[in-house]
Nanobody
């Protein structure tokens, strides 16, 4: 069992930056692929990016490339989402999720989810 808790969301102006954190419970954190997803009001949940268990490999949705970066610190059981050059369309609840099998952009493939953190980007 893994529990995930996100933090770091808030209100930021367009062009600004935020860094989200996701802290995981349990000693097996380093064996999980960690993904970030987001859901805007009235829209479907969408994939943002994922990082391998080692942190050596990442994969991002096309719309966030070169703006967002995922990293992890296995010693701290934490995965990060650094978001730069934020746009109003990035406004959403951001979720981290854990998957023990592969780097997936499909939310249904993730076993554990956090409660989400709100990111609001003003124009």
């Amino acid at each position: 069992q893994v529990q995930l808790v996100e933090s770091g969301g808030g209100l930021v102006q367009a062009g600004g930056s935020l860094r989200l954190s996701c802290v995981a419970s349990g000693r097996t954190f380093k064996s999980y692929y960690m993904g970030w997803f987001r859901q805007a009001p009235g829209k479907e949940r969408e994939f943002v990016g994922v990082i391998s268990w080692s942190g050596e490999n990442t994969y991002y949705a096309d719309f966030v490339k070169a703006r967002f970066t995922i990293s992890r610190d296995n010693a701290k059981n934490t995965v990060y989402l650094q978001m730069n050059s934020l746009k109003p369309e990035d406004t959403a609840v951001y979720y981290c999720a854990a998957n023990s099998f592969f780097m997936s952009d499909y939310g249904g493939g993730y076993d554990y989810w956090g409660q989400g953190t709100q990111v609001t980007v003003s124009s």
